[in-house]
Structures are given as structure tokens and as C-alpha cells.
Antibody
Framework: QVQLQESGPGLVKPSETLSLTCTVS?????????WSWVRQPPGKGLEWIGE???????NYNPSLKSRVTISMDKSKNQFSLNLNSVTAADTAVYYC??????????????WGQGALVTVS | QSALTQPASVSGSPGQSINISCTGT?????????VSWYQQHPGRAPKFIMF???KRPAGISGRFSGSKSGDTASLTITGLQPEDEADYYC??????????FGGGTKLTVL
């Protein structure tokens, strides 16, 4: 079955760039889904960050758009998140997730286990 | 786009039914039947439990049901069980291909 796994540094300094990668196993990123990032600050709710399609098309949360880049490496079956100019407010558990679109966005049916990133 | 509005907490006794509301606007929940719900236990990733307002993914108990009226969607859980105690989040599609989450509701099974 398809599984998602986040990886990357758990500690990032303020003003630097947060970089995470999501590896898709048991399936391919080359299909009719949008691959997404969602974050959750400690003790708080979920916040959608953005998503990427196999064509390279992206959608971003307007509140983060100026700082976010999501990319895909089809050869490695991975997609990645870069968030620049981070502050303590970006400390969160970052999840990668699969957004099912058949043909409309139905929801995030598959999630990684999450990666805690602390900005300090 | 603002987050969707959910009650901070709800509670119920085993066997009872509870309802969690999720209020948006005429531009998101009111405009599309693309509301999904997630259950999250402490320290775990969210779990997909409802899509397109009232459709359950495979393997999700029939005790979970969804509905929508106007700009408000609702999740109902009947026959409450101790393992239902968790945080619940709604999510809606919004114009511009955005996804909006609610602030989350903590369900306590008394």
C-alpha cells in the first residue's frame, strides 16, 4: 500500500530556510492526485500550506505564498517543501499528504507520520 | 481566506450521539459539496473519515455521518465509544484551489 514519509532537519535557525522531503513508497507520484503539505503548530490546529500536481502546477496558501516553494522529483518519487525566512511561528509538525481529486478535491486520504520542525 | 469555525470542544457519554459543526461562508462550504472531516488522536497523524460532505471512505464506521445546510457542515457520531475521543477537523475546498481547515474540536467521551 502507498505510504508517505517526511524527512529533513528537525531544527532550523530563524531567518533560514526550512526544507522537508516526502518520499512516496508503494505507489507513484505520477498519478491523478495532488501532493500536499499541511502543518500543525504545537497544541494548535491544522493549516494547509500548499500542493503540487505531476504537471508541476502548484497552489499555495495565500498567507504563506511569498515564502513557500513546493517541488517534485519524479525520478525519486518525492516531493519537497521549502519555507524561507522562518520564525518561531513556523515551529510545527509538518505533514505531507495526498489530496484525492476524482474529479473534484475530495480530501486528504493519506498522511505521513509528521515531522516536528523547531525554529530556534 | 479565514479558517472555518468549529466549537472548541464537545462531550458525550458512551452510547450517546454528538454533533460537531463547521461554519464557513457562501464562498466555500456554501458553494461546494467538498467538505471532508479528519479524526486525530494525540501524537498521531490525522485520519480521513468523511468526504464530499457525507461519504465515508472504506473502513470508516457507519456511526460517523455528515451533512450540510447552507454555510455549515456537520459531523455526527452515534453510539459514542471511548476510542472516538480525539480531535476532529473539517476542511473545505475554496476558490483558487485552496483548502481551508477548521480550528478543530476536541471530543471528550465522559
Amino acid at each position: 500500500q502507498v505510504q508517505l514519509q517526511e524527512s529533513g532537519p528537525g531544527l532550523v535557525k530563524p531567518s533560514e530556510t526550512l526544507s522537508l522531503t516526502c518520499t512516496v513508497s508503494g505507489g507513484s507520484v505520477i498519478n491523478n492526485n495532488w501532493w500536499s503539505w499541511v502543518r500543525q503548530p504545537p497544541g494548535k490546529g491544522l493549516e494547509w500550506i500548499g500542493e503540487i500536481y505531476l504537471s508541476g502546477s502548484t497552489n499555495y496558501n495565500p498567507s504563506l505564498k511569498s515564502r513557500v516553494t513546493i517541488s517534485m522529483d519524479k525520478s525519486k518519487n518525492q516531493f519537497s517543501l521549502n519555507l524561507n525566512s522562518v520564525t518561531a511561528a513556523d515551529t510545527a509538525v509538518y505533514y505531507c499528504a495526498r489530496l484525492v481529486v476524482v474529479p473534484f478535491p475530495n480530501g486528504f486520504d493519506l498522511w505521513g507520520q509528521g515531522a516536528l520542525v523547531t525554529v530556534s | 481566506q479565514s479558517a472555518l469555525t468549529q466549537p472548541a470542544s464537545v462531550s458525550g457519554s458512551p452510547g450517546q450521539s454528538i454533533n460537531i459543526s463547521c461554519t464557513g461562508t457562501s464562498g466555500d462550504i456554501g458553494a461546494y459539496n467538498l467538505v471532508s472531516w479528519y479524526q486525530q488522536h494525540p501524537g498521531r497523524a490525522p485520519k480521513f473519515i468523511m468526504f464530499e460532505v457525507n461519504k465515508r471512505p472504506a473502513g470508516i464506521s457507519g456511526r460517523f455521518s455528515g451533512s450540510k445546510s447552507g454555510d455549515t457542515a456537520s459531523l455526527t457520531i452515534t453510539g459514542l465509544q471511548p476510542e472516538d475521543e480525539a480531535d476532529y477537523y473539517c476542511c473545505s475546498y475554496a476558490p483558487g484551489s485552496l483548502s481551508l481547515f477548521g480550528g478543530g474540536t476536541k471530543l471528550t467521551v465522559l
